[in-house]
């Protein structure tokens, strides 16, 4: 894992927090005050991901970005699962320790599933939803369909299936530190002018080893096997959740998770929600589009609760 003070020559300046309460040393950014945005990474990357989000809203927000297990500053434990229902209680353990309520989730890549599996079980402490590039599964029918349809399609997903047929999955994933910068280009990254030596260290720094890359082989792995579990809500959460604000913001030159797929899923789970696109965004809409992203989401905010304030 990242060392726990580790800035990247003062990119992510914020005090490192941690918690035990997952079984494992999961490491969090809390800043702020107010309200909880609790942003959720999905792969390969971690906290990092959101620094600009938290430079923005922490002046009015208290802005949590947790490290999933085998990601950033976070422990990766060499006997633990790393598919999705295990990232679930992860979080659902993480939450109720720091008891959190009054959450915004904003979700990217597998932090969608994830925060979805948590709002599943806890509904009465997310009061909205904002996806960016993150599926909102939720036990549609039509999810299955979706997957296998993106997944024909998206050459990450290819890559992990025929990788996986050949044997190579575990060991060419183990070597992701060194290759970072080709795996986030694949999945869809766009805006070339943030790629400095500094951005590429912090986003390989956390997967030197083949051991210390669990956490990316294990999500990939369940996709290829099948394994990941997607929470069923209850009818009452279902009902629930169904009426809280939602946003979903799509960068429409995702490589990875393609918005036909997974907005309707949104649309479904969420019918008073509002969808956004962004034509030139790739999937690290948050590396591609910061400044848009912070304009939409500070307008939901402002529209959905009593006061909002962004730092410029």
């Given amino acids: 894992m990242i060392a726990p003070h580790e800035t990247f020559g003062g990119t992510y300046p914020f005090r490192p927090h941690f918690s035990s309460a997952p079984g494992f040393t999961m490491h969090y950014v809390d800043e702020g005050a107010g309200p909880v945005l609790l942003c959720l990474h999905g792969e390969p990357t971690w906290g990092y991901l959101f620094r600009d989000l ?11 970005v947790p490290d999933h297990m085998g990601f950033g500053k976070s422990e990766t434990p060499a006997d633990r699962s790393y598919l999705v229902q295990d990232h679930i209680d992860n979080l659902e353990a993480f939450v109720l320790d720091l008891d959190l309520h009054d959450i915004t ?6 932090g969608g599933p994830v925060g979805m599996g948590l709002a599943a079980r806890r509904p009465e402490r997310v009061a909205r939803v904002v996806s960016v590039n993150g599926p909102t599964p939720f036990g549609q029918p039509g999810l299955g ?3 296998a349809g993106n997944a024909d399609e998206a050459p990450w997903f290819r890559w992990i299936a025929r990788a996986h047929r050949d044997g190579r999955l575990e060991s060419v994933l183990g070597e992701l530190g060194y290759h970072i910068l080709s795996t986030l280009k694949l999945n869809g990254f766009e805006n070339n002018q943030v790629i400095s030596d500094t951005w590429i260290e912090a986003y390989g720094a956390a997967f030197p080893t083949p051991a210390e890359a669990l956490g990316a082989i294990g999500w990939a792995k369940g996709l290829a096997t099948g394994a990941h579990v997607f929470e069923e809500p209850s009818g009452a959460a279902r009902a629930a959740l169904a009426g809280v ?17 997974f907005l ?3 649309r479904e789970a969420f019918p008073g929600g509002t969808v956004a696109e962004l034509p030139g965004v790739g999937h690290y809409a948050f590396e591609d589009a910061p400044e848009a992203i912070a304009g939409l989401l500070a307008e939901f905010l402002d529209t959905t609760s009593s006061a909002v304030t962004v730092a410029s």
């Fill in 54 to 64: 938290v430079h923005r809203f922490s002046a009015g927000h208290r802005v949590v």
């Fill in 105 to 110: 989730l904003v979700l990217h890549d597998f």
């Fill in 145 to 147: 369909a979706a997957l």
């Fill in 245 to 261: 604000p939602a946003l979903a913001v799509w960068g429409s030159a995702d490589r990875t998770l393609n918005g036909g797929y």
């Fill in 264 to 266: 309707p899923l949104f």
